[in-house]
């Protein structure tokens, strides 16, 4: 069998493969069966003539392999289910274009095949050029799986009716051959609801937006439509971190379930100028909050990758900065762990592949130590590096430093230290940058590193080892990924936390701040997010799909609970229905996700990290803008680990270094 296997070629410098597609029929009438040929050619020399593949590997288990027969060499080659499905929709697309008698050829490029997967020397330098591949392709071909839950539904509906009704009501009067009364009457929409909508097209042109009246959410009321529509969103194709790059360097775009397509430039309006304004969720089409959260992330994915689309065409290079780029996608998924920095690279404008060159012989702890070094010492943003460090749980198992983020671990809290509002710099001061300056610095606080990494990448910073807990409310339950993020449960519990410490204190004052104690609590209870301007907040780098499913909560069952206990005045926002509570409510399942409560030694109240123990300290290091929980290492003087970020009221905003005549001792200590 291993002889029959087929055996590559090295490739010589600037060369790729490419695969040609092959006509085969088993029997008249039947399906075309997948068949390739291996062509070697130097990319300079094949610009504009292949198409780009882009799919999910899907199950690689043996039980799940595929024979794909190689002409004109006898031999053929293992591949997965979905590559299979993907080459027969393509070989079937090829026969649908061409008369079969010619024997056409199609030239592709898909990484499974073009690449020799065996070869980690030939697959680090192919990746390399993963950028110019697809940007050099006819189109890139998105292969979202086979046709299920509706998918041939969902690709007319995007074709048909997003594409007609977003550039045919953008139009005082709608072109001859756009009848959208027609399409809209299919869908149930009455003809009072379509003169409304063709009377909104003048404010819709102006504004870009369709008219933002019920006769809209009317159109999104077709479940059957909007469930397809989820279910396509929710697949695997649309958490993989490798679509992005794929995606955003491509020249034409189509995007296929089984041999149904549309394009992904039509979806993404349809999601921006028509499902965003009418405030549809298509999540509440699904059952289930596993597939909430899929779908969540696969429209974060998405709108992330349309506008990386859209902003390397524009030459907008602001954003594509290593670390943005490593944050921003976080939660998406490789099946190859090294691939989540690697899948990024071209997207990134300081050309991160410079001085991390890509290898896949390198372990992971390797490469993602490397990559916290390159951030802190070499882009100077050390700041960063422990902000998204701790956003998940440290592991002393992985093999990384506590200070290096392990980017395979999925965000559990929101990333405190870079939280900024609409009208502020930062939200927080925790070291009193601003107090120290004349002028307020609009860029990010930054970490000051007081020595080089040393042996055993020790991360060398001054801090002022301040305070240590003494006491901890109720962590989160370790239930189901979607039982985690969706916090309502754990919101509750950690008000019965501060319900339990009000009553401890036996004071109306809760003496750090010197703050009425429910004026106190309250604050603490959504980390003072309210605090600048009334706004929500976003954290500049925070990715978009962690945010989405931090802040789902039941707000029924928050209700009951609170109604349920006795009358605080701390918790009114949560009853209230004002913009400002409701802000409030999605600020408090920000400040929950991940965190417990803890009291210190000195009586300051906070929300650390679920991992927090008691016996750990709350330090400020020089520059940062939020405290850090702390961890003494056994054995060794001055070394800590990380646990996280942290929010202590009556810390954040440099009050500790308010008395000039009593400042706290900033030492040097190790983080390891």
């Not at 071909?141 to 995007?158: H, P, T």
């Not at 860029?443 to 240590?468: D, E, W």
């Amino acid at each position: 069998m291993l002889d029959s296997l087929y055996q590559y070629q090295p490739l010589k410098e600037g060369e790729i493969r490419l695969a040609k597609l092959h006509l085969r029929q088993g029997k008249p009438g039947a399906n075309f069966i997948p068949a390739i040929s291996i062509v070697h050619a130097q990319l300079e020399d094949v610009k504009g003539q292949y198409d780009a593949l882009s799919y999910i590997w899907g199950n690689t288990d043996p039980n799940h392999m595929r024979l794909l027969g190689c002409v004109g060499s006898c031999r053929f080659m293992w591949i997965g289910e979905n590559l299979w499905s993907a080459l027969s929709m393509l070989v079937q697309r090829l026969a649908n274009e061409t008369n079969a008698l010619r024997k056409p050829q199609k030239l592709v490029w898909i990484d499974a095949i073009c690449i020799n997967q065996a070869d980690e020397d030939e697959k680090s330098k192919q990746v390399t050029k993963m950028r110019d591949i697809y940007r050099s392709a006819i189109q890139t071909v998105a292969y979202l799986g086979d046709e299920q839950d509706d998918s041939r539904l969902c690709m007319w509906f995007i074709g048909k009716i997003s594409r007609r009704l977003v550039i045919g009501l953008r139009m005082e009067k709608p072109a001859p051959d756009i009848s959208i009364e027609r399409l809209l009457t299919s869908l149930g929409i009455r003809r009072t609801d379509i003169e409304k909508l063709q009377r909104g097209a003048a404010m819709s042109r102006v504004s870009g937006n369709l008219p933002h009246d019920k006769s809209t959410k009317k159109l999104l009321d077709n479940h059957r439509i909007m469930k397809s529509l989820a279910l396509v969103l929710a697949r695997p194709y649309f958490q993989r971190v490798w679509t992005v790059q794929e995606w955003a360097v491509a020249q034409n775009m189509t995007m296929y379930c089984g041999l149904h397509s549309c394009s992904p430039l039509w979806l993404g309006l349809f999601l921006s100028h028509t499902l965003c304004p009418t405030g549809v969720q298509l999540g509440d089409y699904v059952q289930n909050d596993e597939t909430r959260i899929k779908v969540s992330r696969g429209i974060s994915q998405f709108n992330s990758a349309i506008e990386a689309y859209n902003l390397i065409r524009n030459n907008v290079k602001y954003w594509s900065k290593l670390h943005h780029v490593l944050v921003r996608f976080r939660s998406s998924r490789a099946t190859n762990e090294l691939d989540k920095v690697y899948a990024l690279f071209g997207l990134c404008s300081d050309e991160p592949e410079k001085e991390l060159t890509i290898n896949y012989r390198t372990t992971k702890a390797e490469l993602f130590t490397r990559v916290a070094k390159y951030i802190a010492c070499t882009r100077h943003k050390a700041a960063e590096v422990l902000y998204e460090a701790a956003r998940s749980e440290y592991n002393p198992n992985n093999g990384l430093p506590s200070w290096a983020p392990d980017w395979t671990e999925m965000p559990i809290r929101t990333c405190l230290g870079s939280m900024f509002s609409a009208s502020a710099r930062g939200l927080w001061d925790a070291y009193g940058n601003n107090k120290r300056s004349t002028e307020v610095d609009e860029t990010l606080p930054k970490i000051h590193l007081s020595g080089p990494f040393s042996q055993g990448n020790l991360l060398r910073v001054k801090a002022a080892v301040l305070q240590q807990v003494i006491s901890l409310g109720s962590p989160p339950a370790p239930n189901s990924q979607a039982s985690t993020l969706l916090n309502t449960n754990h919101l509750i519990n950690v008000i019965d936390d501060l319900i339990n410490f009000k009553k401890e204190m036996r004071s109306p004052i809760y003496q750090p701040t010197k703050q009425p104690i429910d004026t106190a609590l309250k604050i603490l209870l959504e980390t003072d997010q309210l605090r600048l301007d009334g706004a929500r907040l976003i954290s500049l780098l925070e990715d978009y799909s962690s945010s989405l499913v931090l802040h789902a909560y039941d707000l029924k069952t928050l209700e009951e609970a609170v109604r349920s206990r006795e009358p605080q005045e701390f918790l009114s926002p949560i009853c209230e229905n004002s913009w400002d509570a409701r802000n409030a409510r999605y600020n408090m399942i920000r400040a929950t996700a991940g965190r417990r409560f803890a009291v210190t030694d000195q009586s300051f109240a906070g929300l650390v990290p679920s991992q927090t123990e008691v016996g750990d300290w709350m330090c400020i290091l020089e520059g940062a803008t939020v405290p850090f929980v702390l961890r003494e290492k056994d054995g060794v003087d001055g070394g800590f680990v990380l646990v996280g970020d942290c929010y202590v009221h009556g810390m954040m905003l440099g009050e500790m270094f308010d008395d000039e005549d009593n400042q706290p001792e900033m030492r040097e200590i190790v983080i390891m």
